[in-house]
């Protein structure tokens, strides 16, 4: 059984990570799904979240919205509809448009027009880009003690 394997995560537009792994937990549409090496070969749909792996002991993060991934015993194929690894999350703009879909979210609730599937997935993505923000900075205050 292999000891580590591939984890390649990209988007329409661009590869946003490739590395030899140890570990991965995806964000699958009904909930987070743990791969080690060896896993069962499976597809999958993707939610919004926090993917999440460890290479050589280190863990990191990438903010993946919806897609799929494929799953093999020796690599973790994720096919993201956006992703974005911390550095490229300008965490401003996430808390900015969550607050405004948060607002939405409560103006609507007398609407019986509201659109709660786009306002619901515009509060998931903000999350998912604040959570994985906040894991790189708290991991950069960590090393700065």
Do not use: C
């Not at 984890?7 to 946003?16: A, D, F, H, K, N």
């Not at 990438?62 to 690599?75: I, K, N, S, T, Y």
């Not at 103006?107 to 619901?120: E, G, I, R």
């Amino acid at each position: 059984m292999p000891d580590e394997l591939m984890l390649e995560v990209v988007t329409p537009e661009r590869e946003i990570y490739r590395a030899q792994v140890s570990e991965v937990q995806l964000p699958g549409r009904t909930g987070y799904l743990g791969i080690l090496p060896g896993h069962t070969p499976l597809l999958t749909e993707l939610g919004i979240g926090t993917l999440s792996y460890k290479e050589r002991g280190n863990a990191g993060y990438v903010a993946v919205m919806e897609g799929f991934a494929e799953v093999l015993p020796d690599r973790v194929t994720v096919l993201a509809e956006a992703a974005e690894r911390p550095a490229d999350i300008d965490v401003d703009r996430a808390r900015k448009a969550l607050a405004e879909a948060e607002n939405k979210l409560n103006k609507s609730a007398s609407d019986p027009n509201a659109d709660w599937d786009a306002v619901l997935h515009a509060i998931s993505r903000a999350k998912a880009r604040i959570e994985v923000a906040a894991h790189t900075h708290a991991a950069g205050s960590a090393r700065a003690s």
